[in-house]
């Protein structure tokens, strides 16, 4: 074997030195930029938290829902908020709705003109008769019961507008609700609430009922704080093509 020279063994020991130091630099460069880094727990299965008393909980993921138990009420669930007042009014002022308020409208003024010619009728054979003649009791009791079935007529008059004013709103509030729904699961929300923005002026009307119109709208707003991203009252409106 050939043996090594004084000036191979210097060249030797400074190579591997200098291999030394750029390993030890590329070290500590790659320590650092893990140290810049946010540790990571993960991934895993579960996570026990205990504390003092030795009282665990365990969370993991469940129905792609963080969990603490075997139960859906023991999930955390996204939620959404959405302003159903303005909706409502859009979605009833549309042209089918409008369509069937006149068709009712016009059937019951129908119904109460021929009432009011028979009325006329009754009255232009009443003129000129007295109490003596023979037919005069006749057509008395005839008016009378003219007057009974306007009654009736306005009775059943207010009955077939609020019947169709609670089907009007019940099915305006289904089409709400499946444009809630369309857009909740866009944007993977579980949860969504009924509310009235805390900023929305009261709308109340000067006169004896002001106070309790004003405490109303108070017990109607029951969200007082909430993060301004989690109204999707624009999305749904969108979703119902209102503007």
């Known amino acids: 074997m050939n043996q090594l020279t004084m000036p191979r063994i210097s060249m030797l020991i400074a190579l591997s030195v200098m291999t030394v130091l750029l390993v030890d630099r590329f070290t500590l460069q790659v320590d650092a930029d893990d140290e810049a880094q946010a540790p990571s727990l993960g991934p895993a299965s579960s996570l026990t938290l205990e504390n003092e008393e030795a009282e665990s909980v365990i969370l993991k993921v469940d129905d792609k829902r963080l969990a603490w138990g075997d139960t859906a009420q023991k999930r955390l669930y996204s939620v959404g908020y959405v302003h159903i007042g303005k909706a409502l009014s859009e979605l009833?002022?549309?042209?089918?709705?409008?369509?069937?308020?006149?068709?009712?409208?016009?059937?019951?003024?129908?119904?109460?003109?021929?009432?009011?010619?028979?009325?006329?009728?009754?009255?232009?054979?009443?003129?000129?008769?007295?109490?003596?003649?023979?037919?005069?009791?006749?057509?008395?009791?005839?008016?009378?019961?003219?007057?009974?079935?306007?009654?009736?007529?306005?009775?059943?008059?207010?009955?077939?507008?609020?019947?169709?004013?609670?089907?009007?709103?019940e099915r305006a509030y289904r089409e709400l609700i499946d444009a809630i729904n369309v857009v909740a699961d866009r944007l993977e929300i579980d949860m969504v609430h009924r509310f009235i923005p805390t900023d929305d002026p009261f709308e109340i009307q000067p006169g004896p009922g002001a106070f309790q119109a004003a405490m109303l709208q108070i017990r109607l707003r029951s969200v007082l704080r909430y993060p301004t991203d989690i109204d999707i009252t624009s999305e749904v409106l969108d979703e119902l093509g209102i503007e």
């Not at 109460?112 to 000129?128: D, K, N, P, T, W």
Request: aromatic share 4%.
């Open 92 to 169: 009833l002022q549309g042209e089918s709705y409008i369509e069937e308020n006149q068709a009712l409208q016009e059937e019951l003024e129908t119904a109460q003109q021929l009432l009011m010619e028979a009325f006329q009728s009754v009255q232009e054979r009443m003129e000129g008769l007295t109490p003596e003649d023979p037919e005069f009791d006749e057509i008395s009791k005839e008016g009378q019961g003219l007057l009974q079935q306007r009654d009736r007529l306005i009775q059943q008059a207010n009955a077939a507008k609020a019947t169709l004013g609670a089907e009007q709103v």
